[in-house]
């Protein structure tokens, strides 16, 4: 996706994170939603970058998203 930047991509998890708050699991949520619609580069991107300025939730979503990566491969 041309034009990411990591702020972009940290900004975009806070909002979903926001959003996600009072799901019964919002970092699950938040990691679901991820995985489903972001590409794997924007993933990595984000990834990439632990200081990335993500909130508590959204930092706790990435988490997740890293750990069924690497279980997955």
């Known amino acids: 996706m041309s034009g990411q930047t990591v702020e972009k991509l940290a900004y975009m ?39 990335a300025g993500l909130d508590p939730l959204a930092a706790e979503a990435m988490a997740k998203v890293a750990a069924a990566r690497a279980h997955a491969g």
């Open 13 to 51: 998890a806070n909002q979903i994170a926001r959003n996600m708050t009072f799901d019964a699991t919002p970092a699950a949520s938040i990691a679901e939603h991820i995985t489903a619609f972001w590409t794997p580069v924007m993933i990595d991107m984000l990834l990439a970058q632990s200081n």
